[in-house]
């Protein structure tokens, strides 16, 4: 059983900054991608990066260069450092765990508002 833990959301303002981490738990998942997606209101969750065990990262073409995803293996954790935030990074971010580009596993999801 994995269990993935969320945190570091909330409110800030536009060209602020935020950090969030993902602790995960349980057993099996030696070998996995960590990442991070995202859900507005009225959309589709989205892509934002991911990160492999070795440290290679993807990132959604329009975040590049704002959001750097990064990860500790020792501490089975992944975080993502948001700079210049903007009003349409405002969402719901999840974490996830995948195992084998088979299996997935999601956080509770983390509220993202950012004000104009």
């Known amino acids: 059983q994995v269990q993935l833990v969320e945190s570091g959301g909330g409110l800030v303002q536009a060209g602020g900054s935020l950090r969030l981490s993902c602790a995960a738990s349980?057993?099996?998942?030696?070998?996995?991608?960590m990442g991070w997606y995202r859900q507005a209101p009225g959309k589709q969750r989205e892509l934002v990066a991911t990160i492999t065990r070795g440290g290679s990262r993807n990132y959604a073409d329009s975040l590049k260069g704002r959001f750097t995803i990064s990860r500790d293996n020792a501490k089975n954790s992944v975080y993502l450092q948001m700079n210049a935030l903007k009003p349409e990074d405002t969402a719901v971010y999840y974490c996830?765990?995948?195992?084998?580009?088979?299996?997935?596993?999601w956080g509770q999801g983390t509220q993202v508002t950012v004000s104009s």
């Open positions: 349980g057993s099996g998942f030696s070998i996995n991608s």
């Open positions: 996830n765990l995948n195992i084998g580009g088979l299996l997935n596993y």
